[in-house]
């Protein structure tokens, strides 16, 4: 059952896929802090996220959970793509990995559903957490996306299937595979 924790029409399903414990296994590798290994992106004075820069491959990511997240929208391409940039009404094919804030674990990552890129479209409006649809902007393809989203751009006070808890701050790392088909 391929489903993603970013739509929001999900939530029945996500639920139901939870109770029965299909979400794969949460948590975060210490090991993206390695020498070489990472590139730390800092988000605010004091506050730095480690992720990996490997493109192509799972994300691991250090979350600051001990630390006050920042207030608004943070973006940061750990890896520079190339070509045109998105823009609203684009389709940009993704894999992802996703993470709370308050607790640095992973809560959902297509790369746990195999190859198959997750697509936001149209970008602007997609179905998806408004804070995608702003943090993808500008965007191009081979960018490794650091997406930091604060409560009011994600799931609010109501949270989302017991895996991300009400006023959450989300870390999404994100890799654009294609722009409207173009890689």
Do not use: H
């Amino acid at each position: 059952m391929a489903f993603s924790l970013l739509s929001r029409v999900w939530k029945p399903v996500a639920a139901a896929c939870v109770s029965v414990g299909l979400l794969a296994g949460c948590g975060v590798d210490d090991g993206a802090a390695e020498e070489g290994n990472a590139d730390v992106v800092q988000i605010s004075d004091g506050v730095e996220v480690s992720v990996s820069a490997e493109t192509g491959e799972k994300p691991v990511v250090t979350v600051p959970s001990a630390q006050e997240p920042p207030k608004g929208l943070f973006t940061f391409d750990v890896v520079e793509g190339s070509g045109a940039e998105a823009k609203a009404g684009d389709s940009v094919a993704v894999q992802y990995a996703g993470f709370n804030w308050s607790n640095g674990k992973e809560f959902d990552a297509s790369w746990n559903r195999g190859a198959q890129p997750f697509s936001v479209s149209p970008l602007g409006s997609a179905p998806v957490i408004q804070g995608w649809n702003d943090g993808l902007i500008g965007a191009q393809v081979g960018d490794r996306r650091l997406i930091v989203i604060p409560p009011e751009l994600g799931y609010g006070a109501a949270g989302a299937g017991g895996v991300i808890g009400p006023n959450e701050t989300l870390v999404f790392v994100v890799d654009v595979v294609s722009i409207n088909g173009k890689s």
